[in-house]
C-alpha cells in the first residue's frame, strides 16, 4: 500500500536532472526587506560552478554569522528567482524541526566544494 504522503513514483531520470552540489558559505547577512524573515547568502560551489547567491529562509535556527565557513547542499540548476530586490541562483536545501524552524542539509564529514549528489 503506498502512503498517501508520499510524491509520486518518479524515474532515476529524473532525480538525475536535479543537480545537488555540496557549497560552502562565504558571506551571509540579514534581509530584513524580506517578506518572511530571510539570510543572504552566498555559497562557493567549486570552481566548476562557482559562487551563487541566495535567500534563505533559516533565521529561527541560525544567525548570520554562524552560517559563515558552513558546507551546505544546494540545487543549483533551477532558474534564478527574484526575492525583494535580491536575486537568488541556488536553493539551498534543508528540512523542518519538529517546531518546523528549517535545519540546513549537509554532509557529515568534510567533500569538496561542488562535489555532486548521487
Not at 2 to 26: E, H, K, L, N, Q
Given at each position: 500500500?503506498?502512503?498517501?504522503?508520499?510524491?509520486?513514483?518518479?524515474?532515476?531520470?529524473?532525480?538525475?536532472?536535479?543537480?545537488?552540489?555540496?557549497?560552502?558559505?562565504?558571506?551571509?547577512?540579514?534581509?530584513?526587506?524580506?517578506?518572511?524573515?530571510?539570510?543572504?547568502?552566498?555559497?562557493?560551489?567549486?570552481?566548476?560552478?562557482?559562487?551563487?547567491?541566495s535567500s534563505a529562509q533559516i533565521t529561527e535556527r541560525y544567525a548570520?554569522?554562524?552560517?559563515?565557513g558552513r558546507q551546505v547542499l544546494g540545487v543549483v540548476?533551477?532558474?534564478?528567482?527574484?526575492?525583494?530586490?535580491?536575486?537568488s541562483e541556488v536553493l539551498i536545501l534543508g528540512v523542518p524541526d519538529a517546531a518546523g524552524a528549517v535545519t540546513l542539509v549537509a554532509p557529515d564529514a568534510e567533500v569538496p566544494p561542488g562535489a555532486r549528489l548521487f
Open positions: 500500500m503506498s502512503d498517501p504522503s508520499a510524491s509520486p513514483t518518479i524515474v532515476y531520470d529524473d532525480f538525475a536532472r536535479v543537480d545537488v552540489r555540496v557549497g560552502r558559505v562565504v558571506r551571509a547577512e540579514p534581509y530584513p526587506e524580506a517578506r518572511k524573515p530571510a539570510i543572504k547568502l552566498w555559497v562557493d560551489f567549486g570552481p566548476e560552478i562557482g559562487l551563487r547567491a548570520p554569522e554562524s552560517l559563515i540548476n533551477l532558474p534564478p528567482r527574484q526575492i525583494g530586490k535580491f536575486r
